[in-house]
């Protein structure tokens, strides 16, 4: 460290576009400054601070400057007027989609009721026979749970289609990491079915089921 400390330190051209960021030495706790010429991509200093006054004065000592890349921080916006007015403020691309993405995630959470993909209801032929409520094949106990399984399934399987990462999927849906895994891996929805869900088993939720129906179609889906 002696050695590299006794290097003089190496000529920096004047950056014409610089980005601006903080840095934590103790996050939470103590911040400072971080100025990268976007060009080439590499640091050019490093500030004690991300006071607003620090960044105008290196910024002013620095005229050439023509574009500042930086956050919403009100302190580097103030810093950036006050430094230099001659340039153009933006955001960096890596701010602009990480506040794209959270909009985007924020709102899919507020709608993703009309996300769900409701599965049609079989038409029945005025000369067909109307088949039992239940099927003494059918894997489910009640006919509703088998339909929120099937739009749950079908609703998962559309979002992983469309790009959405399994994390993402999750906070959409306000579903664990572990239901969303179970339903993208399973091929159909009967697949998902298991254990205390079929005939041959009963369980000690049978008494409250039809409660429990209501209750959900009432809109009460917290568990």
Known sequence: MRLVEALPEPEVPMPRVVGVDEYATRKGHRYGTVLV???????????????????????ARRPGIEVVCRDRAPFFAEG???????????????????????????????????????????????????????????????????????????????????????????????MTHRTVKSLADAAKPEDLVRGQWQHSRTSVLDDYKPFLDQRWDEGCTNA
């Open 80 to 174: 950036a007027t006050a430094g230099a007015p001659q340039a153009t403020q933006v955001a960096d691309r890596w701010h602009l989609w990480h506040n794209l993405g959270e909009a985007a995630e924020r709102a899919a959470a507020r709608h993703r009721l009309c996300l769900r993909v409701l599965v049609p209801h079989p038409v029945v032929k005025a000369d067909e026979p109307a088949p039992a409520e239940e099927e003494p094949d059918s894997p489910c106990r009640s006919e509703r749970f088998a339909n929120r399984l099937r739009a749950r399934h079908a609703t998962a399987h559309a979002l992983v289609e469309a790009g959405h990462s399994r994390r993402s999927i999750g906070r959409q849906l306000q």
């Open 37 to 59: 010429d976007v060009e080439t991509r590499r640091p050019i200093d490093l500030l004690p601070d991300r006071e607003a006054s620090s960044l105008a004065a290196w910024l």
